[in-house]
């Protein structure tokens, strides 16, 4: 007996909501009329369905996206880093006590065991009887998830033994990686017994999949532009697959919905509505320039002084995407001021490195204008590199009015963007500190609470 197998998947949504209700609408009928059919229908998420530079997933700390994956009838999900870290400890504990789907990764430990909200892999059985193992890991970035308090394997291993132990007792093995393309490519390598690898994180699209070895690999790229669809079809007799094919559907020629143009504003006015509170008073008007020190970058730099209790600090005036008022300022003000899933860091890094540092800024005089996706940014242009109590004055580098040793160690405030390497490759190398949970709108609003009480 010949039985088919669907699974819809989505992946990297980023809380770009603007077609979901085509999506949910298209994800339901299908679901219902597989099952009419007497076909398997199962749907899953890849990770980062959640995005706090959105108003209403911060308002709802993510779960207001629950219940969008709730009303959309998905059976398995994983995290990916903007559910992993970009959430307190307290808040991804609290993430998913509403969801009606299961939540699987393996390579999350709290304590040394899998937190009480997800499992290490599950097992689904067909109308048929077919046996599917579903596992699921999630990117390895140990520098955030130990500081607030978790502790995460390597994923490829943590796959790798998951798929051993449940192998023998299944016909099927997917899985879900928010791992990206490449560590995909090496566990299809690694391990052969998984049939299919759901991908996401490096936002790839594989328009018709990408088969290594005997392993259908799938990338849906971002923000919701696609749903994906595998089918497989299992011989029962014989009890091995007979063919897996996997394509993506543009949610833009899903059939639209009704009102559909509606829902993502009344999301955006319920999280305003939410976040319509005061949380500090202004003395003056805090103004953002993107290519010069302004009102605002200065405010802010006084708060990540102090918050990090650092020598010195550097970030981009392109970080303020609007002005803050006079008088009461409202955490949804802050938010729209300051919408990036960023945290600050703190480099120990000698005056002789700060100095080159400096001057690599002062040779790049396209970076203000670059148009920086990604890292966390959600802005529009980098803007200007902007220095607070480190400048350079005729090629002599300057810590608070004195002149810098070469040697010495500093402490220097900057964003985490600014660690991974793109811009300041030295950075990446040397010792650091990530100043968690807090996002850069939260060291703000700290500050604000103290200055004005």
Known sequence: MLETIHIYHTNDVHSHLDYW????????????LHEEKGESCFILDIGDFIDRSHIYTEA?????NVKLLNNAHYDAVTIGNNEGITLSKDGLNSLYN????DVIVGNLKLDGQTPSWAKPYTIYQTAHGTKIGVVAATAEFKTYYEPLGWSID???????????TIHSEVDLVLCMSHLGIHMDEQLAVLCPKIDVIFGSHTHHVLQQGKVVGKTLLTGGGKYGTYVGHTEITYNQSLQKMERKDTELQPTTELPAVK???????????????????PV????????????????LSRYFAEALLEFSQADCALFNAGIFLRDLPKGEVTAFEVHQCLPHPINACVIEISGNELKQSLELIDQSIQWPYNELKGLGFRGVVLGKMLTYGCSLQNGQLYINGEKAADHKVYKLATLDMFTFGFFFPEFKKLPKTYLLPQFLRDILILYGKKVVK
């Not at 209700?21 to 219902?32: D, S």
């Not at 390597?154 to 051993?164: A, F, R």
């Not at 003395?283 to 953002?288: D, I, T, V, W």
């Open 21 to 32: 209700p085509r999506t949910e609408a298209f994800l339901t009928k299908q679901k219902k």
């Open 60 to 64: 709802t700390l993510g779960q207001g």
């Open 98 to 101: 509403n969801a009606q789907f």
């Open 154 to 164: 390597e994923p490829l291993k943590s796959l790798q033994d998951t798929v051993e």
């Open 259 to 277: 009102d559909e143009k509606l829902f993502n504003t009344k999301l955006i006015e319920e999280g305003k509505s939410l976040l319509n509170y």
């Open 280 to 295: 500090f008073i202004a003395e003056k008007y805090l103004n953002k320039e993107w290519f010069h020190h302004s009102a």
